[in-house]
């Protein structure tokens, strides 16, 4: 990750200083938005193009749609591990001192099938706050182990606008555009030389990426309104199932379920039943086995996903640097700041290497 890859191109000389050239980023979701915020930060100036702007309600348009928990995952590489801890310390930052961002510091109780794998998320004890291993008295009997700890969540219906607001107060510019093309961007900017390709799934359709790696995977969850929404629950195993609270929309997201391919937009009841169900019996002192439907709404997100896990990396095209950050599936908030902060030390390789030179 982050080691530039030499390749040919004819691009123009330009006379602007590297530091002075907007930074291009396609693609607004919270991987594009966080990272623009962090170049921001870091006195870079930054041009979004994109289909889909924060505030917008599109399906396709995964963050507005995201449970966005932060859970420490399992089965993940030490390397993407620590992505996930730098997010973690941007939302605590965000939690404490910025209410307006939508980040919740809350409990979180997660219980395991099976005991741990070698590679579990309990390296989570090495990041979260209050973390401890659970009685077996403090757990149902079918499960395993369990632990408890503090957690982040973020409510997309605040971040999102946030992230908005904050990237233009910052100076950032927003260009609601789709385009076909990376080259596209090229000739839309020719000033510029840093490209970050953070299209989510486009990347599938992008005439000069076309990476079959990825793919859209249909998610639905199902929202309840309740005060008791200051608790994560988190199962781990067959029957994966979450309960993430809300506090600032008042309410707990219940899911969840991934349909490879799927682009419906219409709920399928079957579905929602069936998560009701599965909410229910993970935590029953918060959701009852049959809540009232006027307490009750959906939601369905296309989540951009990739076979092999996500595309962290940078090339070097003649003059042009280009950096992708694309395919998080479900995991676009956890990794969100860990990513960006990744992407901003590219940038930042890429502005040495121009004026060392």
Same mark, same amino acid.
């Given at each position: ?89 941007? +939302?605590?930052?965000?939690? !404490?001192?910025? /209410? $307006? *961002?939508? @980040?919740? =510091? ?75 093309? +990376?080259?596209?961007?090229? !000739?839309?900017? /020719? $000033? *510029?030389? @840093?490209? =970050? ?161």
């Amino acid at each position: 990750m982050g080691e530039l890859q030499q390749h040919p191109a004819d691009t123009p000389s330009v006379g602007v200083p590297f530091a002075q050239r907007p930074i291009i980023i396609l693609g607004a979701g919270i991987i594009g938005c966080a990272t623009a915020k962090q170049l921001l930060l870091n006195g870079f100036p930054v041009i979004l193009v994109a289909e889909f702007l924060p505030g917008d309600q599109d399906i396709r348009y995964a963050s507005a749609w995201a449970g966005a928990a932060w859970h420490p995952a399992g089965g993940i590489s030490p390397e993407w591990r620590y992505l996930q801890a730098i997010t973690h310390r941007h +939302l605590l930052r965000m939690a !404490h001192e910025e /209410p $307006e *961002s939508g @980040v919740c =510091i809350v409990d979180a109780l997660e219980y395991l099938e099976q005991p741990p794998s070698a590679n579990s998320s309990v390296w989570g004890k090495a990041v979260a706050s209050k973390w401890r291993d659970l009685l077996p008295s403090e757990y149902p009997p079918n499960f395993s182990c369990g632990w408890s700890y503090e957690t982040l969540v973020t409510d997309p219906t605040h971040h999102m606008p946030y992230l908005g607001k904050k990237i233009t107060a910052l100076g950032g510019q927003f260009i609601q555009k789709r385009v076909d093309s +990376l080259d596209q961007l090229y !000739h839309l900017f /020719p $000033e *510029s030389s @840093v490209f =970050i390709n953070a299209s989510g799934h486009g990347s599938k359709t992008l005439i000069d990426v076309q990476d079959d790696q990825c793919f859209p995977e249909r998610g639905q969850n199902v929202f309840y309104r309740t005060d008791n929404c200051r608790t994560m629950y988190f199962r781990n195993g067959r029957e994966y199932t979450y309960v993430i609270p809300r506090p600032m929309s008042g309410g707990v997201v219940l899911g969840g379920v991934k349909q490879a391919d799927d682009l419906s937009p219409d709920p399928d009841m079957a579905i929602a039943q069936d998560e009701i169900a599965r909410a229910h019996r993970l935590a029953p002192e918060v959701v009852p086995e049959s809540p009232a439907d006027d307490a009750l709404s959906y939601i369905v997100g296309i989540r951009p996903s990739r076979k092999g896990g996500f595309r962290l990396d940078a090339e070097k095209l003649g003059s042009r640097v280009v950096l992708s950050a694309y395919g998080f599936g479900g995991g676009g908030y956890a990794f969100s700041y860990g990513v960006a902060d990744a992407l901003v030390k590219m940038v930042e390789e890429a502005e040495r290497e121009n004026v060392i030179l």
